[in-house]
């Protein structure tokens, strides 16, 4: 059974930084690709950024440039940096595997 926990949320002010990691297992992680999405209180969940099997990553246009995932297979980790914070960028963040299943959230709060 796959399992994904998203860590590293909390509240931070305008212009600051977290590091978000989602954490595998039951699954050959090596072999798959990881996204993360995010969800804004009253919107719908939208995709942030993917990273593939081979390292290979998309983002989406509101965080290219201060956004960065990446991955740890060693660790069976999934990591998405992200500095610059805007207020905008407050929502829960959810950690998935390609065609499949989602991790818990963990809430990022920007403060302006």
């Known amino acids: 059974q796959v399992q994904l926990v998203e860590s590293g949320g909390g509240l931070v002010q305008a212009g600051g930084s977290l590091r978000l990691s989602c954490a595998a297992a039951?699954?050959?992680?090596?072999?798959?690709?990881f996204a993360w999405h995010r969800q804004a209180r009253g919107k719908q969940r939208e995709w942030v950024a993917s990273?593939?099997?081979?390292?290979?990553?998309n983002y989406a246009n509101s965080v290219q440039g201060r956004f960065t995932i990446s991955r740890d297979n060693a660790k069976t980790v999934v990591y998405l940096q992200m500095n610059s914070l805007k207020p905008e960028d407050t929502a829960v963040y959810f950690c998935k595997v390609s065609g499949g299943a989602w991790g818990q959230g963990t809430q990022v709060t920007v403060s302006s």
């Open positions: 990273i593939t099997n081979s390292g290979s990553t």
């Open positions: 039951g699954i050959n992680f090596s072999g798959f690709g």
